[in-house]
């Protein structure tokens, strides 16, 4: 997956659940960012690995819904 469309679909879900979702700091190689309550850690890669995203996106289930990225 495309690491601005990991973002992308993170922002809009976040949008919809009524939740902030911000860059807090860039880091050597990632990005770190603010979803509620939850500290998001994103590679900096053009592509990032699919099993890395869906990771990311289920650690978030908690902050945007069960299952939001399905």
Request: aromatic share 6%; proline share 0%.
């Given at each position: 997956?495309?690491?601005?469309?990991?973002?992308?679909?993170?922002?809009?879900?976040?949008?919809?659940?009524?939740?902030?979702?911000?860059?807090?700091?860039?880091?050597?190689?990632?990005?770190?960012?603010?979803?509620?309550?939850?500290?998001v850690v994103i590679p900096?890669?053009?592509?990032?690995?699919?099993?890395?995203?869906?990771?990311?996106?289920?650690?978030?289930?908690?902050?945007?819904?069960?299952?939001?990225?399905?």
């Open positions: 997956m495309k690491r601005i469309d990991l973002i992308k679909k993170i922002g809009a879900a976040a949008i919809v659940a009524g939740k902030d979702f911000s860059l807090l700091r860039e880091g050597g190689s990632h990005s770190i960012f603010q979803c509620g309550d939850l500290t900096r890669h053009r592509e990032i690995n699919e099993i890395t995203a869906r990771g990311i996106m289920r650690d978030l289930d908690g902050q945007l819904g069960e299952g939001w990225w399905k």
